[in-house]
């Protein structure tokens, strides 16, 4: 299932800049999930989540860096393992009921698909004789399967919403009723992130860059200058270290209004509460501590937004966000000052559509004719490391340790995996005699740049005939208008009455 990201804006980068609400929410929003084949009502949905995804797992501790993705071999193992556990459960009558939790506790829990399509080769009897109603069928390729009323009972609603322009002047978007809601009616679940240590979302100040081959901004210092936009759609409290992010579908485009002074003539009709759904909320979370709960590598919580009163098809969902919250947000207000220099800020998107097809300016050029200070060029570009014969073709920098020049030329296809787009230098620019124009580019490492496709420090890529659709404009790190110091930042204030004491971790 293939997915497409789109950029709206809500305003201009100017006004953006001069308007204190617009950098305090995502201008990224409508992610789009496609179906790549017919799904049946109840089947589990699957996607691809790009070639590094296991390996990025393994520098989070979820699996061994040193194996990578299981083999068949080792998962028939894995699988054996699993069997034994679960026939042993299967005296107690419940053949399938433990797969869940022995899966997700197993060494090969992170590949849980692959472990269903193999038990489902092997275990199709046992599943017939022994499957309850609370198990999930297993279906060709790893996909499992929940009758519909199954789901209605046991799941929770995704589409009771829809996100458009709020009726709050600046909020940008907001969440609505596509139904008729019942008070005490469920709108709509809110899985959560927990992250025990909120200074991981600090904004450190930018260093210079170490070597000619890192993106400005690649290097940070320990200075806090700031907080990560995510924070604006977190929950927290004031006696915590905990924050709860939320990654429900639609719940976090639901604003704020007051039951304390005027919202735009607009009052609450939601609030939100822990779930009682269980198998998607573990309430014994509830009672670990922060400490406790650092060592949970899973979605073990979630909240659901419940109607306070009837609500009608196209209102928009408004919850209050806090005593706390509403004093911080008035403070800015009253504090808040345009940026120096905000009226020659521009955004890479902003550029794109305006220079598109253009011409793209050498660094020579740029000498004259400068970009923006808040852009820089970036190319699609996959790198992988060189050969012998690169190695023996590569030419030697000014002198022998001086790293080496390696030339490679560009290939199509490039510029479909975002993962490619990495900064560059344009170097060179040759027009043909048919108009074509190809540039010949220095390809630079970036902070989010994985580490199997990183330029060695001992190397300088030069990369020939790379056209001029796979160079774009990006924004530098930290230059948005959402990274302005002064941007509004502050979590979500949770209740007293539904937080708990086992969270409070700070000496107010």
Not at 241 to 262: E, F, K, P, Q
Not at 383 to 388: G, M, Q
Not at 408 to 434: K, S, V, Y
């Amino acid at each position: 299932m293939p997915f497409h990201f789109t950029k709206h804006y809500i305003c201009t980068s100017l006004l953006c800049y001069a308007i204190p609400p617009k950098q305090s929410f995502t201008y990224y929003h409508d992610l789009t999930t496609y179906a790549t084949k017919p799904i049946k009502a109840g089947d589990e949905l699957y996607e691809d989540f790009g070639q590094h995804y296991y390996s990025a797992r393994a520098q989070g501790g979820a699996s061994s860096a040193a194996t990578g993705p299981p083999t068949n071999d080792s998962m028939d193992g894995s699988v054996d393992s699993i069997k034994d556990d679960l026939t042993k459960k299967d005296k107690a009558g419940g053949f399938l009921s433990g797969l869940w939790g022995v899966v997700q506790d197993s060494p090969v829990g992170s590949f849980a698909p692959k472990v269903f399509q193999k038990l489902s080769d092997d275990l199709d009897t046992a599943t017939a004789d022994n499957a309850t109603p609370s198990a999930p069928k297993f279906v060709s390729k790893g996909t499992t399967h929940h009758e519909p009323e199954w789901l209605a009972e046991n799941g929770r609603c995704l589409d009771n919403i829809r996100s458009a322009e709020s009726n709050l002047e600046g909020a940008g978007r907001g969440a609505f009723a596509t139904r008729p809601l019942a008070a005490g009616e469920v709108i709509g679940p809110a899985p959560l992130v927990h992250i025990t240590d909120r200074s991981l979302l600090d904004i450190r100040e930018p260093l210079p860059p170490s070597s000619d081959d890192m993106s400005e901004g690649a290097l940070l210092s320990d200075t806090v200058v700031g907080k990560q936009l995510l924070l604006n759609y977190c929950f927290g409290h004031n006696a915590s270290t905990m924050l709860l992010c939320n990654v429900g579908v639609g719940t976090g485009y639901i604003n704020h209004a007051s039951t304390r002074s005027d919202s735009d003539g607009l009052e609450p009709n939601a609030e939100f509460r822990w779930s009682s759904q269980a198998g998607l909320h573990n309430a014994s979370w509830l009672e670990m501590t922060p400490d406790e709960l650092d060592n949970e590598r899973s979605l073990g919580l979630m909240l659901e937004y419940v109607a306070t009163r009837d609500i009608e098809p196209g209102e928009e969902i408004l919850i209050d966000y806090g005593r706390e919250w509403e004093e911080a947000w008035e403070e800015h207000l009253a504090k808040w000052k345009p940026q120096p220099g905000s009226d020659n800020f521009r955004e890479a998107a902003d550029l794109n559509e305006e220079l598109m097809g253009e011409q793209i300016l050498t660094i020579a050029e740029q000498y004259d004719y400068p970009y923006p200070a808040t852009v820089e060029t970036s190319c699609y570009y996959h790198y992988v490391p060189r050969t012998d014969e690169e190695e023996d073709a590569s030419e030697n920098g000014a002198d022998a340790s001086s790293p080496r020049i390696v030339r490679r030329e560009w290939q199509p296809g490039m510029e479909t995996d975002g993962t490619n787009l990495r900064a560059c230098r344009i170097l060179n620019r040759f027009e043909h005699e048919n108009g074509v124009e190809e540039y010949t580019v220095r390809v630079l490492n970036n902070d989010e740049t994985h580490h199997d496709a990183l330029v060695p420090d001992d190397e300088r890529l030069v990369v020939t005939k790379m056209p001029r659709h796979a160079i774009v404009f990006t924004d530098r790190m930290y230059t948005t208008d959402q990274h302005l110091p002064n941007a509004f930042r502050h979590e979500v204030m949770i209740p007293d009455e539904i937080m708990p004491e086992s969270w409070r971790n700070k000496h107010l």
